[in-house]
Nanobody, 123 residues
């Protein structure tokens, strides 16, 4: 059974940092592309960042230069380092996985999802 478990969410002031983690079990980690998505209240879920097995990455424009996605294939863990957080970053953050190495931030490209972790940024 495939499981993705996020951790590291919480409350932070604007300008602060958080590091999210996603531990993956039940699949052979390296052949899978991984991604972070987020969903703010009243908004659709959107792709934030994605990373392939060999660690090619892609980001949505609003987080470029502030967020860094990484993975530890030995620990089956995905990370998202978030710096210079703004109010607009408040959302539930989800990790996702899919077999293959093509970069994608489309929701339909992923078939395994975690339960999500809340990130709240306050002024």
């Amino acid at each position: 059974q495939v499981q993705l478990v996020e951790s590291g969410g919480g409350s932070v002031q604007a300008g602060g940092s958080l590091r999210l983690s996603c531990t993956v079990s039940g699949l052979t980690f390296t052949p899978y592309r991984l991604a972070w998505f987020r969903q703010a209240p009243g908004k659709e879920r959107e792709g934030v960042a994605t990373i392939t097995g060999p660690s090619s990455t892609m980001y949505t424009d609003s987080v470029k230069g502030r967020f860094t996605i990484s993975r530890d294939n030995g620990k089956n863990t995905l990370y998202l380092q978030m710096n210079y957080l703004g109010l607009e970053d408040t959302a539930v953050y989800y990790c996702a996985a899919a077999y293959g190495w093509d970069l994608s931030l489309r929701i339909g490209s992923y078939n395994y999802w975690g339960q999500g972790t809340q990130v709240t940024v306050s002024s």
